[in-house]
């Protein structure tokens, strides 16, 4: 068992480059999450997805898409990237369906993005 | 939840002594509180929560505790080991049903 993993582990881009961040998991958990991190204010919500077929924006969606490929999965696009999105960026998955009650999240390693 | 505070921002403490970082939350309807370990350049691990029926949780040196009315939560780690620096965030499960973390505590024990 791999848990949740990313792809790439870092990147560079350049101001209005795009890139699309990976995230597999092979728990086959239903709902997933991408977070960014940046210092001093913890981890912000980007997009989530409850279930194979949904997806749902989060605190922080400007800039960002998401696609659920299925239900292992998880992708996260940035078409136009800018310096404030250079952060870290974490995926996670839960074996619930969004429902109330959120069981233990489990994170990625973390994708580390510069945007110059 | 809407919107965690966390306190204290940076937190030193000897070996050996105790240490608590406090998070208060704002949303009435949130009912799981999470709290997570991330040590230099890891990932959040998750080391103890809570839920809102039940007002207090141990698993061996680290408990937290839950005051609904006053809308607080609590983590406690007794006899700290240099091991246990790291950052530490709590989170809150809202009527959103996101989890919504705070901004995280740097613990530091030192030797």
């Known amino acids: 068992n791999a848990g949740v993993t990313q792809t790439p582990k870092f990147q560079v881009l350049k101001t209005g480059q795009s890139m699309t961040l990976q995230c597999a998991q092979d728990?086959?958990?239903?709902?997933m999450y991408w977070y960014r991190q940046d210092p001093g204010m913890g981890l912000r919500l980007i997009y989530y997805?409850?279930?194979?077929?949904?997806?749902d924006k989060g605190e922080v969606p400007n800039g960002y898409n998401v696609s659920r490929l299925n239900k292992r999965e998880f992708s996260l696009r940035l078409e136009s990237a800018a310096p404030s999105q250079t952060s870290v960026y974490f995926c996670?998955?839960?074996?619930?369906?969004?429902?109330?009650?959120?069981?233990?999240?489990?994170f990625g390693p973390g994708t580390r993005l510069t945007v110059l | 939840g809407e919107n965690v505070e966390q306190h204290p921002s940076t937190l030193s403490v000897q070996e050996g002594d105790s240490a608590v970082i406090k998070c208060t939350y704002s949303?009435?309807?949130?009912?799981?509180f999470p709290w997570y370990k991330q040590e230099l350049g890891k990932r959040p691990q998750l080391i103890i929560d809570?839920?809102?029926?039940?007002g207090e949780k141990k698993d061996q040196r680290i408990a937290v505790t839950l005051n609904k009315t006053a809308k607080h939560f609590s983590l406690h780690i007794t006899e700290t080991q240099p091991e246990d620096s790291a950052v530490y965030f709590c989170?809150?499960?809202?009527?959103?049903?996101?989890?919504?973390f705070g901004s995280g505590t740097q613990l530091t024990v030192l030797p």
């Open positions: 996670a998955s839960t074996p619930r369906a969004g429902s109330w009650g959120t069981d233990t999240q489990y």
């Open positions: 728990m086959n958990h239903n709902s």
């Open positions: 997805s409850a279930s194979e077929g949904t997806t």
């Open positions: 949303d009435s309807a949130s009912n799981y």
């Open positions: 809570i839920r809102s029926n039940v």
């Open positions: 989170a809150d499960e809202g009527s959103a049903r996101q989890l919504t």
